[in-house]
T-cell receptor, first 114, second 113 residues
Framework: GAGVSQSPRYKVAKRGQDVALRCDPI?????LFWYQQALGQGPEFLTY????????KSGLPSDRFFAERPEGSVSTLKIQRTQQEDSAVYLC????????????FGSGTRLTVV | DAKTTQPPSMDCAEGRAANLPCNHS???????VYWYRQIHSQGPQYIIH???NNETNEMASLIITEDRKSSTLILPHATLRDTAVYYC??????????????FGKGTKLSVKP
């Protein structure tokens, strides 16, 4: 597709449930980022991939958060044993290595933990 | 990374120019100024970036002061669809492993008819 696709668009999870959020980046984009956006705040960095290599995971808030991009294309962000504080919009972005035209973001997955 | 300061909100009349300021007084010589915007329920959208020269594209113009301590994003003829949160970000560069963007709270621009 022409843009970054994220699914599901909305997810409601019961506290303690595991969730998996999917990101389909623009074809050929080497770099892929995950961000977390709480209500009323700017997006906050979670993790970065260059192809299949996870080069930076300094923003992951706890070991319950795990991201992968096994073939250097689609990425999955997994959250284990969800807590209410995990409720947020999770954004995925991709770019070419040089990122001359900035990053292209998806519309995000809104996760609500009840 | 250098921090930026933006007003929390601004109003603009439809059809008029919207001028969004950003202060980045601690910017380093090799750091770029980037602007993104986020329309409600969408992901951020890249607008423009610059190092020290003024830049213009189909979306906006970016004016950077000579001392690079501040900049202004100009939307020349604002429309209702320009209502969004606008983020000013400074980074060394976007490519490669240093590409993480640090967003602040941005400026909520409301374009009114």
């Amino acid at each position: 597709g022409a843009g970054v696709s994220q699914s599901p668009r909305y997810k409601v999870a019961k506290r303690g449930q595991d969730v998996a959020l999917r990101c389909d980046p623009i074809s050929g984009h080497v770099s892929l980022f995950w961000y977390q956006q709480a209500l009323g705040q700017g997006p906050e960095f979670l993790t970065y991939f260059q192809n299949e290599a996870q080069l930076d995971k300094s923003g992951l808030p706890s070991d319950r958060f795990f991201a992968e991009r096994p073939e250097g294309s689609v990425s999955t962000l997994k959250i284990q044993r969800t807590q209410q504080e995990d409720s947020a919009v999770y954004l995925c972005a991709s770019s070419t290595h040089e990122a001359f035209h900035g990053y292209t973001f998806g519309s995000g997955t809104r996760l609500t933990v009840v | 990374d250098a921090k930026t300061t933006q007003p929390p909100s601004m109003d603009c009349a439809e059809g008029r120019a919207a001028n969004l300021p950003c202060n980045h007084s601690t910017i380093s010589g090799n750091e770029y100024v980037y602007w993104y915007r986020q329309i409600h329920s969408q992901g951020p959208q890249y607008i423009i970036h610059g190092l020290k020269n003024n830049e213009t594209n189909e979306m906006a113009s970016l004016i950077i002061t000579e001392d690079r301590k501040s900049s202004t994003l100009i939307l020349p003829h604002a429309t209702l669809r320009d209502t969004a949160v606008y983020y000013c970000i400074v980074r060394v560069h976007l490519g490669g492993s240093q590409g993480n963007l640090i967003f602040g709270k941005g400026t909520k621009l409301s374009v009114k008819p």
